[in-house]
Nanobody, 124 residues
Framework: QVQLVESGGGLVQAGGSLRLSCAASGRTFTTARMGWFRQAPGKERAFVAAIEWSGDSTYTADSVKGRFTISRDNVKNTVYLQINSLNPEDTAVYYC?????????????????WGQGTQVTVSS
C-alpha cells in the first residue's frame, strides 16, 4: 500500500508558476500509475493528469493541457505537477492518488490512497 503526502501549494499571483510534489512511501510506488486531481470550492474533485510507472506515458486533462506537466522520480518516490501560467480558475486543493484500475481512469473510483491535498490559491 502507498501513503501519499502532497506539498508545494501556496498563494501565487496570476501568471505565476508552482511545482507540486507528492511524496510516496510504500514498496509499490515504482510500479504504480500515479495521478493528480483537484477540487475547487463548491465543485467536485476532477482529474488533472496521470503518469505511468515508467514515466513514458502521461495523460493530461484538456482543460489544463499546455500549462500542466506531470512527471515522476522513481528514485525519490515522488510525483510532480508543474503548473504554469496560473489563473484564478486554478484555485483548488490538489490531490495525488494511486491508480487501482487496469487503464487510465478519470473517475475517482479508479484511484486510491488519496493524500491530504495541498492548497493552491491564485490571486488576480
Amino acid at each position: 500500500q502507498v501513503q501519499l503526502v502532497e506539498s508545494g501549494g501556496g498563494l501565487v499571483q496570476a501568471g505565476g508558476s508552482l511545482r507540486l510534489s507528492c511524496a510516496a512511501s510504500g514498496r509499490t510506488f515504482t510500479t504504480a500509475r500515479m495521478g493528480w486531481f483537484r477540487q475547487a470550492p463548491g465543485k467536485e474533485r476532477a482529474f488533472v493528469a496521470a503518469i505511468e510507472w515508467s514515466g513514458d506515458s502521461t495523460y493530461t486533462a484538456d482543460s489544463v493541457k499546455g500549462r500542466f506537466t506531470i512527471s515522476r522520480d522513481n528514485v525519490k518516490n515522488t510525483v510532480y505537477l508543474q503548473i504554469n501560467s496560473l489563473n484564478p480558475e486554478d484555485t483548488a486543493v490538489y490531490y495525488c492518488a494511486v491508480s487501482n484500475s487496469r487503464s487510465v481512469s478519470k473517475a475517482l473510483a479508479g484511484w486510491t490512497g488519496w493524500g491530504q491535498g495541498t492548497q493552491v490559491t491564485v490571486s488576480s
